[in-house]
């Protein structure tokens, strides 16, 4: 069974994505940055863009019956990994329990240039 979860954004049918799917007992959110109501927020603010794209992860994972502490995966792509200590804070105070598999890489930019981190998780909700 597949389960697709959208939040209306106008990115989505665009570009042709959901947010988060579920496939059986894996939940795989997509990349969510530091958007509320499709604008950005926080800008400038390496660790409030984090925990408000971490907020978005979490909203994915509950939609589909998950939850951060299923979390087995995330992949952080972030504008300046000089700043990884912030990012990094952000993500420990939501994952630092579960401790999932992680990865921060550095990319030249994101789809808006106010955008300052994305961030990408995989749950399992199995027994």
Known sequence: MVERYATGSRWEPAVGYSRAVRAGDTV?????TSTVG?????????YAQARQALANVTSA?????????????????????ARWEEYGRAHGEVFGDTMPA??????????????????????????
């Open 28 to 32: 795989y959110v997509s990349g969510c």
């Open 61 to 81: 994972l509950e939609a589909l019956g998950a939850s951060a502490s299923d979390v087995v995966r995330t992949r952080l792509y972030v504008t300046d990994i």
């Open 102 to 127: 992680t990865s921060m890489v550095e990319v030249a930019g994101l789809i808006d240039p106010r955008m300052l981190v994305e961030i990408e998780a995989d749950a399992w909700v199995g027994e």
């Open 38 to 46: 499709g604008e950005v927020v926080h800008q400038g603010e390496h």
